[in-house]
């Protein structure tokens, strides 16, 4: 039987390592061995030393096949989770834990799979970036998307539409940024111009807005702007003084100049008619003399014509009557006074003229201002001079909205002092309710609920008085602090009784006595104090009961765990609290037992510290029996100076049992070496075999791949074909469109399909030059909007002609240009109608000369 269990422990070294049916061999022959060994009466070192070696096999056995189960779920677990980082560490580790082959071939075809996924994933995310970031159309996004498509390797083909993307947003940021520049430059050189008109500012900033100059320039534009307008308004309103100034001195010099050559033609008529009247004297007695009575008719007929015109006192009745008597020849002296009177007539009616031209103009200047006086006396002024209805009608109405105006400020100034009036008494009354309610809280809640009342409607009257902030911060200081005082002793009173129940409810005792007279002082009610009263009587009572039944499960809990000092403290607990000596006395027989306990276990430990000893000093032991005394020792709690004299010995044994053992373990790996060379010359012939069966299926696979991957190029590439035939379609249709529209949803087709044909250069091109032109047409709008609404502002007939024809042209806003076509037949007409006035005053003025020198004849 010993021979039998060498011979089992021999064969059971190294037996976990071989795999787990040389482990299941080795263990059920040791199991053999030791049981017919224990029978045969075999020394107990050689049955320890099999046991030993049974462990060692099961512990070895047992921690390979943990080692094979943590690497497979290792393995499984980072499959499932596609963690392909770890996955190829994992698959060495199960190797070298033992896993089958089978199932680390599967884990690497696994792991070339989630690869290709992972590859073919990263591919896809990458090409949607780029569509994103071409949509998007940001060069931040587009640079990032192309740098992630580098890196998962998609083809030139595939980016080409983002790298072409970038490269025009570029040149458009490079486009608007030279714009922005231009832009700036010249509003910079307008602004320090001393020689820029306002339409040339005008047109500066319309063109640096549009093309996003920096805020601080085109401020300094738009100041520079409104100095330029302020000098063009102020400019225009000069000229147009000077002309109606030039043209009124102007008037008043052709009337005198007029005056001057009427008398020194009617000085060289009067002369020459004298003359002539001297020399036809002679000739014409006889014919006056029988034309006596005719001329007295004729006479008679003139003077009740010049009496009837001087009697109506008209200017047309007495040119009506000079004319009589012109066509009749007929001189009589009323006609003097009549030549005197129309003359009268007339400087009367050039004097009316010239009053309702200065009542005109300064009706015009009257409405301007906001004068009330001044404004009426100028309406006055022209209702006396007759100026024109439509003039007189624009000065009532505006001083219509004068009148109301100023009626609206006398009621403004009239309701504010009465809300000062009424601001100055909720005044009075806020501090009236602040004085009340100061200590109000103190007083009691009905005191605090009545201040609060009444300083609530005083600062609600104050709020809608306006009166100051401050009286109102104080009011509502005084408020809160009223509020405070009151909520503070009501939280006080509610702090009492809520501790005091607090206290109830945790059954403290020892707080509710304090808490009660606590209470009481915050004013608590008393029918509340004596209920807490009677609750702690209670409360007294229970506890007494808790200790009693505590100290009861306290002995019980003693005697169960066996503890002699727990046992002390229970029973004198159970007497300080009262228990009887039937209840205390299974505890004190279970320390008496508790002390029979102890003595026998110090018998033991003496017995085993003499054990110990003996086989400390002893030349024959061996090391198991070394141990067994140790265990012994150990369990009996021998001396820790016995114990370690023990250890030291056990430590010698246990050496030089590993000498031993070491020299057989070294017999046992030169065994194990030469079986592992053979199983690896076996595993290399395999590995061959199975080499080459796996690169010829690798070839035939790889053979199939190409051939897939040649059907799917071939697929891509009639794909691509069509997406190019359908892209060059588009990019030709809308070339033949010619429109902006067209071209850019065709470059965008292009840039979706991610195809780039030779056509897509000219058609950016060409969308470019009318993105370029439709931006030029917006600066031409925007020029002609601005020269429109200036040119509507002036009275210059030809400057609002250009203007609405170049706001036409440059397609401007259409209201603007109904408005600006209404201001033209405006304009026009008033034009007309001046110059029909004065087309009408020189025909008077032909007329009355033609009269005059017809007169004078």
Do not use: Y
């Not at 050559?261 to 008529?269: H, Y």
């Not at 009616?349 to 031209?357: I, P, V």
């Not at 320390?591 to 029979?596: A, D, G, H, N, P």
Request: charged share 35%; hydrophobic share 50%; net charge negative.
């Amino acid at each position: 039987a010993l021979e039998q269990l060498n011979a089992a422990v021999a064969d059971g070294e190294g037996a976990g390592s071989r795999g787990a049916e040389a482990a299941a061999a080795a263990l059920s022959v040791l199991d053999v061995a030791i049981g017919r060994a224990q029978e045969a009466g075999v020394a107990s070192h050689p049955l320890w030393m099999a046991r030993q070696a049974r462990d060692a096999v099961r512990l070895e056995a047992a921690a390979r096949q943990a080692a094979r189960e943590a690497a497979r779920d290792a393995l499984l677990d980072a499959i499932s989770a596609c963690e392909t980082a770890r996955i190829s560490a994992l698959i060495d580790a199960a190797a070298a834990a033992g896993v089958a082959p089978a199932e680390l071939t599967e884990a690497r075809r696994e792991l070339a799979g989630l690869e290709r996924e992972q590859a073919e994933r990263r591919r896809e995310e990458a090409r949607a970036e780029l569509a994103r970031a071409v949509e998007a159309g940001s060069l931040d996004a587009l640079e990032a998307a192309t740098a992630a498509a580098a890196e998962v390797g998609l083809g030139a083909d595939e980016v080409a539409p983002a790298r072409q993307r970038m490269e025009q947003i570029r040149e458009e940021l490079a486009a608007a940024q030279r714009e922005r520049v231009a832009a700036s430059a010249e509003l910079e050189g307008l602004v320090a111009s001393k020689l820029v008109d306002a339409e040339a500012m005008r047109e500066g900033m319309a063109r640096a807005v549009a093309a996003g100059v920096d805020e601080s320039v085109l401020a300094r534009g738009r100041e520079r702007q409104a100095v330029l307008e302020e000098e063009e308004a102020l400019r225009l309103e000069a000229e147009e003084l000077a002309r109606f100034e030039a043209e009124e001195t102007a008037r008043r010099e052709r009337e005198a100049v007029e005056r001057a050559e009427r008398q020194v033609r009617e000085a060289a008529e009067a002369e020459e008619r004298a003359r002539k009247e001297e020399e036809a004297r002679k000739e014409e007695e006889a014919r006056r003399r029988a034309e006596a009575e005719a001329r007295a008719r004729r006479e008679a007929q003139v003077r009740a014509a010049v009496a009837s015109a001087m009697a109506s006192d008209g200017a047309s009745a007495l040119d009506q009557a000079l004319g009589l008597a012109e066509a009749e020849g007929v001189d009589v002296p009323e006609l003097a006074a009549a030549r005197a009177r129309l003359k009268e007539l007339q400087e009367l009616e050039l004097k009316r003229q010239a009053e309702r031209s200065r009542a005109t103009a300064g009706l015009r200047a009257a409405m301007q201002a906001d004068d009330l006086e001044l404004l009426r006396r100028a309406l006055d002024s022209a209702v006396a001079a007759d100026a024109d209805a439509a003039l007189v009608s624009l000065g009532e109405a505006r001083l219509i909205e004068v009148e109301e105006r100023l009626a609206a400020e006398e009621r403004a100034r009239a309701e504010a002092e009465a809300k000062e009036r009424a601001r100055a008494a909720a005044l009075e009354q806020l501090n009236a309710a602040v004085a009340d309610g100061e200590g109000a809280g103190s007083r009691g809640a009905e005191a605090a609920a009545a201040a609060l009342s009444v300083l609530d409607v005083a600062i609600g009257r104050a709020q809608e008085a306006g009166v100051a902030s401050h009286p109102l911060w104080m009011a509502r200081q005084a408020r809160d602090a009223v509020r405070l005082e009151a909520a503070a002793r009501q939280a006080a009173r509610e702090a009492a009784r809520d501790a005091l129940l607090d206290a109830i409810s945790a059954c403290e005792t020892a707080r509710i006595s304090a808490l009660i007279d606590a209470a009481a002082a915050a004013g608590v009610a008393p029918a509340e104090l004596t209920e807490a009263r009677r609750e702690l009587a209670g409360l007294e009572r229970e506890q007494a009961e808790r200790r009693r039944e505590e100290a009861r499960a306290e002995l019980a809990r003693a005697v169960e765990a066996g503890s002699l000092d727990a046992l002390e403290a229970a029973t004198a607990a159970a007497a300080e609290v009262g228990l009887g000596a039937d209840e205390v006395a299974p505890a004190r027989q279970r320390m008496e037992q508790i002390r029979e306990e102890l003595a026998a276990a110090q018998r033991e430990r003496v017995a085993a510290s003499a054990e110990l000893e003996g086989l400390v000093a002893s030349k024959l032991v061996d090391a198991e029996a070394m141990r067994e005394g140790m265990a012994r020792a150990v369990a009996a709690g021998v001396d820790e100076s016995v114990l370690a004299r023990g250890r030291e010995r056990q430590a010698v044994l246990e050496e030089e049992e590993a000498l031993r053992l070491e020299a057989e373990e070294l017999a046992r790996f030169e065994a194990e070496e030469t079986a592992r060379r053979e199983r690896e010359a076996v595993e290399r012939a395999e590995r061959q075999v199975r080499e080459a069966a796996e690169a010829e299926e690798r070839a035939r696979k790889e053979e199939e791949a190409r051939k897939e991957e040649e059907a799917r190029r071939r697929a891509e590439a009639e794909a691509r074909a069509r997406r190019e035939a359908q892209v060059r379609a588009a990019v030709a249709s809308a070339m033949a469109s010619d429109g902006a529209s067209a071209l850019d949803q065709a470059l965008g087709l292009a840039e979706a399909e991610g195809v780039d044909v030779p056509e897509l250069a000219a058609a950016r091109a060409r969308l470019k030059e009318l993105q370029e032109l439709e931006l030029k047409r917006q600066a031409e709008r925007s020029r002609a909007t601005a020269g429109l609404r200036a040119a509507m502002q002036a009275d210059d007939l030809e400057l609002l002609r250009r203007a609405l024809d170049s706001a036409v042209a440059a397609d401007a806003d259409a209201a603007l240009v109904s408005l600006g076509e209404a201001r033209l037949i405006e304009v026009e007409e008033r034009l007309a109608a001046e110059e029909r006035a004065r087309a009408e005053a020189e025909a008077k003025e032909r007329a009355r000369a033609a009269a005059l020198e017809q007169l004078n004849a």
